[in-house]
């Protein structure tokens, strides 16, 4: 499981209410085809007799993949009777008429199914409209660089195990870097040209032995000393409130301590626990929920971990020594570590980066 989240703090715009989507009921798959065909037909003046077969062609590649991930998404064949939805529909076969790419007209279809799940956010609707107008622009090599950029900023594994938590990470950056990744600045001046990052030339962006270890306190924090005083208080404080002592594990990155394992301090009130029951006449094991009270005491534990700077500059280097033994994310920051420039990515290549990411790995959550 990946969480996600901004390599910066603080609210970068305000979401708005848009009013509520209207549609007629009763849409079915027959009527969506008809409806996506209706406005194929409204394209055919724009071109001639030759260019229109490739463009068919094209738009037929397009609907063979939209159509099985939107009845796949409850409600989301209703949208064709959505006049905003109908006319991103025939933005978006324009856009296929004019990509010989085949990888587009997946990506075409992902950003249609985010603009459903999207439809009452004007500020998602402004980025997928315009992300769907430069499907057919934007290079490979920029498109890569553009989805890697945005998995760093993005996604970050939920695993409270340190060497789990970096597989997964391994495994997501080796299907999104499916290509070559892109170095210099053209590829930067590329996407800057099509709006979908800012560039900025003072400073830098933080290296990954810095970013990383920021994001991912919960692997990186000292912990609390094997048989020290603070050792006994968070036994005291585990077993006053029914938790089990197994919930402080040997730190993987110094043998000396003891963790919480979470990788990041604010997914403690998520910890799963596990309590069996007999059910039916069998032994079942079922999640249960941390109370309040609980939450309260981890945290209480966190609060007894080690502040001491050299252990967790040493716990930072084996981390990023491990890092190095995946083949994938060593090969991110060889790349992430020579990006010439600051790059903020902007509303419509955040959605069209998502979607393009979500291409490569199913798996991966819904944007925000």
Same mark, same amino acid.
């Given at each position: 499981?990946?969480?996600?989240?901004?390599?910066?703090?603080?609210?970068?715009?305000?979401?708005?209410?848009?009013?509520?989507?209207?549609?007629?009921?009763?849409?079915?798959?027959?009527?969506?085809?008809?409806?996506?065909?209706?406005?194929?037909?409204?394209?055919?003046?724009?071109?001639?007799?030759?260019?229109?077969?490739?463009?068919?062609?094209?738009?037929?590649?397009?609907?063979?993949?939209?159509?099985?991930?939107? /009845?796949?998404?409850? $409600?989301?064949?209703? +949208?064709? %009777?959505?006049? =905003? !939805?109908?006319?991103?529909?025939? #933005?978006?076969? *324009?856009?296929?008429?004019?990509?010989?790419?085949?990888?587009?007209?997946?990506?075409?279809?992902?950003?249609?199914?985010?603009?459903?799940?999207?439809?009452?956010?004007?500020?998602?609707?402004?980025?997928?409209?315009?992300?769907?107008?430069?499907?057919?622009?934007?290079?490979? /090599?920029?498109?890569? $660089?553009?989805?890697? +950029?945005? %998995?760093?900023? =993005? !996604?970050?594994?939920?695993?409270? #195990?340190?060497? *789990?938590?970096?597989?997964?990470?391994?495994?997501?950056?080796?299907?999104?870097?499916?290509?070559?990744?892109?170095?210099?600045?053209?590829?930067?001046?590329?996407?800057?040209?099509?709006?979908?990052?800012?560039?900025?030339?003072?400073?830098?962006?933080?290296?990954?032995?810095?970013?990383?270890?920021?994001?991912?306190?919960?692997?990186?924090?000292?912990?609390?000393?094997?048989?020290?005083?603070?050792?006994?208080?968070?036994?005291?404080?585990?077993?006053?409130?029914?938790?089990?002592?197994?919930?402080?594990?040997?730190?993987?990155?110094?043998?000396?301590?003891?963790?919480?394992?979470?990788?990041?301090?604010?997914?403690?009130?998520?910890?799963?626990?596990?309590?069996?029951?007999?059910?039916?006449?069998?032994?079942?094991?079922?999640?249960?929920?941390?109370?309040?009270?609980?939450?309260?005491?981890?945290?209480?534990?966190?609060?007894?971990?080690?502040?001491?700077?050299?252990?967790?500059?040493?716990?930072?280097?084996?981390?990023?020594?491990?890092?190095?033994?995946?083949?994938?994310?060593?090969?991110?920051?060889?790349?992430?570590?020579?990006?010439?420039?600051?790059?903020?990515?902007?509303?419509?290549?955040?959605?069209?980066?998502?979607?393009?990411?979500?291409?490569?790995?199913?798996?991966?959550?819904?944007?925000?």
């Amino acid at each position: 499981m990946m969480s996600k989240q901004s390599q910066k703090g603080g609210s970068q715009s305000t979401n708005l209410q848009a009013d509520q989507m209207v549609v007629h009921m009763g849409i079915d798959e027959k009527r969506a085809r008809e409806v996506f065909q209706e406005m194929n037909r409204q394209l055919r003046q724009d071109y001639t007799h030759e260019a229109f077969e490739i463009a068919n062609a094209r738009i037929s590649e397009f609907e063979k993949s939209l159509m099985p991930k939107m /009845e796949k998404v409850e $409600g989301a064949l209703e +949208a064709f %009777a959505d006049p =905003s !939805f109908q006319l991103l529909l025939v #933005d978006a076969q *324009k856009t296929a008429a004019s990509t010989e790419r085949p990888a587009d007209y997946d990506l075409l279809s992902e950003l249609l199914v985010h603009r459903f799940q999207k439809s009452d956010n004007r500020i998602a609707r402004a980025g997928i409209s315009l992300a769907v107008e430069i499907v057919d622009k934007i290079s490979d /090599e920029a498109l890569l $660089g553009l989805t890697v +950029a945005h %998995a760093v900023n =993005s !996604f970050f594994p939920v695993a409270g #195990d340190i060497d *789990k938590g970096l597989d997964v990470l391994n495994d997501l950056f080796g299907k999104v870097i499916y290509g070559k990744l892109p170095v210099g600045h053209e590829w930067l001046d590329h996407l800057d040209i099509l709006n979908t990052v800012r560039l900025n030339s003072f400073g830098s962006l933080k290296k990954v032995q810095q970013y990383y270890p920021e994001n991912l306190p919960g692997y990186i924090d000292v912990g609390i000393e094997k048989g020290s005083e603070n050792h006994v208080k968070a036994l005291e404080i585990l077993d006053a409130n029914h938790l089990p002592r197994v919930l402080l594990i040997d730190h993987s990155l110094n043998s000396d301590y003891l963790r919480i394992p979470v990788s990041n301090r604010d997914q403690i009130d998520s910890i799963p626990l596990q309590k069996t029951i007999l059910q039916e006449g069998s032994i079942v094991i079922v999640p249960v929920k941390l109370t309040g009270s609980q939450v309260e005491a981890i945290n209480s534990i966190y609060n007894l971990y080690s502040q001491n700077d050299g252990v967790k500059q040493s716990n930072i280097n084996s981390f990023m020594d491990e890092w190095k033994k995946r083949p994938n994310l060593n090969a991110l920051k060889k790349w992430w570590d020579n990006i010439p420039l600051i790059l903020t990515i902007t509303s419509a290549g955040k959605v069209l980066a998502h979607s393009n990411a979500q291409r490569c790995d199913k798996n991966l959550p819904p944007m925000n």
